[in-house]
């Protein structure tokens, strides 16, 4: 902390007590205000934005004359010189038909135009956010190119780029005013539903593809960044209400309604604050599948039933009646039976609801661009998460809380992220352990045999049916026999053991999972070009992050306290210009060290060049290294999820899951125990692969620990502005080695895997257990793909097209078990049409979206899934002297229902009318 410190003194003694204050508006052609408009001072990082009236202030160091060039997307760049200190300017931008010269600072950690981006970067801003057809800026984020939003719920959706796409994405960044918005015991983003309130968003920029060289580990698949506005540029009260309704054939028509206030005020040009507050309310996307993961087609009737949405039905065995009975083998024959389970209905509360709020002071000592800023952000959510299993998540709570000191050559920030699962838990192990708290699985399994055998027996020798009418018969009688008694959803005693077990952390009598995880992390960059007159663009940076695992041990081995580890890691970036400005060069480097890792090194590369008298045309290649970590799941994890027991690689938690274990009597009679001590080292030390037992020809394997994937990105493009069309097209081929990846692995009770004895029979008695490890995969691993899209004005109206195209490249012939979970369509094709001003202060939007089909591939269930077809459009008038927006709008507006995962509930469609104020 006093390293921090002195840092943080050091850098702010660089800054000069010299100030240049510049005030003005921007305005269109109409003289109508431009929120939300670039002002940056050319040639350096300095900027700030427009209010929404179009006003903004500005203050630098620099000394006149130097010029101001503004930007805003749909406009013009304007070029404004300033002569002298206190100058007020009043800037006419007029329209423009490109959005290449909109800024951007994430691609290069530095102010630039898109059009000169080393790579590939979306944005969407406040021009952005007032045209979206989606009841919400992040669901607007799948209309833009090589973007994918996977919808796990209502409240959470999942934004991915370029493959490998899952609900628990650990490939994809979220940075919310540079903080990392990952849940720290999840290990992944939950959309925004504990993130930004859409009055605060000033911007929001997506670099699709492999970042590690300037952001580290987590930026392996894409980033998505969100910048809050400024106090001191946005100040006065802004709200929106939204209200409308869903619309799903399985929940039918549900109230939906959205409420957000923004409240930020400068006392003085040195301190400012901001305060946000936003609830969302509705009903949750039902999922109501019965389709049999076993036996598609199948219904109820299949004694061995496993429905997709129904859970409890997992656990099952297979009967031997004739060993039941004494029987000779033959008599009566044995069959798989499931226990009868619960539809997802009847064990999850699908109300829906987010609640976010956050606050923060802006401290400027000097009245310059140095700023201190304290920043808390905490939010509280209700959702379905699917990951393994299905899991509600009622009353989650994460937490930020930041410090953070900067100006336009250097931040430090240091901040805490932490969560609390609130009264989540899992429904599939709520309904099993509902079941066995009701009636064991002994007890079931054996009512079920004694009621089978009889009315099999009485078919076939009292009524003549033939053995498939007698089984039918027999298992109709066996299930109602085993089910009698059976807790009712809806009566008192279903509630009273319902409500116990989810309240219970242990996953053998409950179904509650508890996280209390956080981690705390420093980062700090600084553009030292004011030192060497601008000669290039140098920047230095690094970070520091430390892990606290609290689950109470139930869901990590921590069952004697928390777990820490930590990681950190420093980079270099140098940019230059070359041949009359035409030339780009941007090389980077980073080092980063995880505490059971070697340390690795993530260079990046990358030209740009711009061509035509205009300079309306651009080129740009790259190619980097990058890597990201194994998760903290990864390493820590020590969880029965029902099918398998999940056990981390850290080598220090190999010896922490221990587990005991009844043994069968033919297992005690070869040992002479009734139970057995299983270490988690075992699942990699001493196990048969699963496949091999499948195989009928066991296997013994060692699997080796977890080590970081890695990533080589190679990435080309081309953007232009050819007469009233903005092209903009990039291809890209990825090629990974030390692909992460689970396998699963039998342990057996007693005898070493491959003694060619005492373990062979302990898999034949039954005496082992399924283990999923964490491991990486031999397999060459390729994806490429690439992005074109075209926007133009037809007359005053804006059209836009793209089309998306994502390959994997694996020999599934040598590697058939490998599990990639790329999830991606190959073909999507996007397009936009619209007019901001039909008429005066009346616009609209209209957005389609289709999807090719593709296969869904994850933990909890594959499958394909359906091309799609969606359309989603918005009509919006302003109100000036109201300072005020009203919106009516809709998603899925065709009302053709779909899902992009399997197991979710299928996504209906979403109709609001909204009033923004002040936006």
Do not use: C
Request: aromatic share 12%.
């Amino acid at each position: 902390m006093k390293k921090l410190m002195f840092v943080s003194l050091m850098l702010m003694g660089l800054a000069t007590y010299g100030q240049t204050t510049v005030q003005g508006k921007v305005v269109d052609e109409n003289n109508e205000p431009i929120p939300g408009a670039n002002v940056v001072l050319m040639g350096k990082a300095e900027g700030t934005t427009t209010d929404f009236d179009g006003n903004f202030t500005f203050n630098t160091d620099e000394e006149p004359p130097f010029q101001l060039q503004i930007s805003s997307i749909g406009f013009s760049n304007f070029t404004a010189n300033v002569t002298s200190n206190n100058q007020t300017l009043t800037i006419t931008l007029s329209e423009s038909n490109t959005m290449l010269d909109e800024i951007v600072i994430s691609a290069s950690r530095t102010p630039e135009r898109i059009f000169e981006s080393p790579v590939s970067v979306e944005r969407f801003g406040l021009r952005e956010i007032k045209n979206t057809t989606a009841e919400s800026f992040y669901g607007g984020l799948q209309n833009l190119k090589g973007v994918d939003i996977n919808t796990n719920s209502l409240t959470f959706q999942s934004v991915n780029t370029r493959g490998f796409a899952t609900f628990a994405n650990n490939r994809f960044l979220q940075l919310v005013d540079g903080m990392d918005n990952t849940a720290p015991g999840l290990n992944f983003v939950l959309g925004n539903l504990v993130g930004m309130s859409e009055l605060d968003v000033q911007s929001v920029e997506i670099l699709p593809g492999a970042s590690s060289a300037l952001y580290g580990a987590g930026a392996f698949n894409g980033i998505l960044f969100m910048t809050s506005k400024n106090p001191f540029d946005f100040q006065g009260i802004s709200a929106y209400f939204k209200a409308g309704f869903t619309d799903q054939e399985a929940a039918g028509s549900n109230f939906y309604k959205d409420f957000g206030v923004r409240a930020a005020h400068a006392f003085s040009d040195k301190l400012a604050v901001k305060a946000n507050l936003s609830v969302l309310n509705g009903e949750d996307w039902h999922a109501n599948s019965r389709v049999d993961l076993n036996n598609p087609g199948a219904d109820r009737s299949n004694p061995a039933y496993d429905g997709l949405n129904v859970y409890g039905d997992e656990v099952s065995t297979v009967l031997d009646f004739d060993a039941a009975a004494g029987f000779p083998t033959g008599t009566v024959g044995s069959a798989t039976i499931s226990r009868t389970g619960y539809d997802e209905a009847d064990l999850a509360n699908y109300n829906a609801e987010s609640v976010k709020a956050d606050f923060a002071l802006y401290y400027r000592p000097f009245a310059d661009d140095l700023e201190v800023i304290l920043n808390s952000r905490i939010g509280r959510g209700t959702t379905i998460y699917q990951g393994a299993n299905r899991y509600a998540v009622a009353g989650f709570t994460m937490q930020q809380h930041k410090l953070e000191i900067k100006n336009d050559n250097f931040f430090v920030r240091g901040y805490i992220v932490s969560e609390n699962s609130g009264d989540a838990y899992d429904t599939r192990f709520a309904a099993i352990n509902v079941n066995r708290a009701w009636k064991s699985d002994t007890q079931w399994f054996t009512d079920y045999a004694g009621a089978y055998i009889p009315t099999y027996l009485g078919g076939i020798q009292g009524a003549g049916l033939t053995p498939e009418q007698a089984s039918a018969q027999a298992h109709v009688a066996g299930r109602q026999a085993a089910d009698q008694g059976r807790l009712i959803p809806g009566t008192a005693a279903f509630e009273s053991t319902f409500n116990r077990v989810i309240n219970d952390g242990d996953l053998t009598t409950g179904a509650k999972f508890i996280d209390k995880t956080k981690f705390r992390h420093v980062n700090g960059n600084y553009n030292i070009a004011h030192l060497i007159d601008d000669w290039a663009d140098i920047q230095l940076g690094g970070s520091f992050r430390e892990y606290e695992l609290n689950s109470q041990g139930t869901i990590f081995t921590d069952i004697d306290g928390p777990i820490t580890y930590n990681e950190y890691g420093a980079y270099l970036q140098v940019q230059k210009k070359f041949l009359d400005d035409r030339l780009k060069f941007t090389g980077s480097a980073r080092y980063d060290k995880n505490e059971f890792f070697d340390g690795f090194l993530s260079p990046r590369v990358s030209f740009a060049y711009t061509l035509g008298e205009e300079r309306n045309h651009n080129l740009r290649v790259s190619v980097q290294q990058g890597f990201r970590n194994p998760t903290t799941q990864d390493l820590f994890i020590g969880l029965n999820a029902g099918r398998a027991i999940l056990v981390g690689s850290a080598p220090d938690n190999l010896d922490r899951d221990v587990r005991t274990f009844e043994v069968s009597e033919s297992g005690q009679a070869l040992t002479g125990q009734s139970t057995v001590q299983i270490v988690g080292r075992a699942a990699y030390e001493n196990a048969y692969s699963t496949s091999s037992l499948q195989a009928g020809a066991p296997e013994a394997v060692n699997t080796p620990l977890v080590q970081p994937e890695e990533i080589t990105a190679f990435e080309a493009g081309y953007r232009a502005q050819v007469g009233r069309f903005t092209i903009d097209l990039s291809g890209y081929y990825n090629s990974y080695t030390n692909f992460l990846a689970n396998t699963t692995t039998a342990v057996p009770f007693y005898g070493e895997a491959g003694d060619g004895g005492l373990s062979l029979l302990a898999l034949q008695n039954g005496d082992f257990q399924v283990y999923q490890t964490y491991t990486n995969s031999e397999a060459d691993i390729n994806s490429y793909g690439g992005t074109v899209g075209v926007d133009t004005k037809l007359g005053n109206f804006d059209l836009g097209v793209n089309y998306t195209f994502a390959e994997l490249d694996i020999d599934e012939g040598r590697y058939p078990d490998l599990r990639t979970n790329f999830n991606t369509p190959k073909h999507k094709v996007k397009a936009s049409f619209g007019n901001a001003e039909l008429f005066k202060n009346f616009g609209f939007n209209v957005n389609y979206r289709w999807s090719d089909s593709y296969f869904w591939e994850a933990s909890f269930a594959d499958g394909d899934i359906p091309a799609f077809t969606v359309l989603d459009a918005q009509i919006n008038y302003s109100v000036p002297s109201m300072k005020s927006i009203f919106k009516l709008g809709g998603s899925n507006i065709l009302g053709d229902e779909y899902f992009t995962a399997v197991g979710t509930g299928f996504i209906g469609s979403i109709y609001y009318l909204s009033w923004t104020i002040n936006p």
